[in-house]
């Protein structure tokens, strides 16, 4: 049985957590576009439901960011 893990990485410096150390955040202030906002809920669940239908026992899903 398959297995799979899908690692969620923000696409921009836009997050709810502002950590001090955060490397996304001093990226942003040098790009022509420094936030694309945020995932949609819409996005989400077709994330989710593309993850469960590659996989074949579980799916456990990871967030980097807020």
């Known amino acids: 049985m398959k297995a799979l893990t899908v690692l969620i990485k923000p696409a921009s410096g836009l997050c709810n957590m502002q950590c001090k150390y955060c490397f996304y955040k001093d990226e ?3 790009r022509s576009t420094a936030n ?3 995932m949609t ?3 989400a669940e077709k994330l989710v439901e593309k993850a469960f239908e590659c996989a074949e ?3 456990t899903f990871a967030f980097q960011g807020g």
């Open 57 to 59: 026992n579980s799916v």
């Open 36 to 38: 694309y906002g945020i």
């Open 41 to 43: 809920v819409e996005t």
């Open 28 to 30: 942003a202030e040098h």
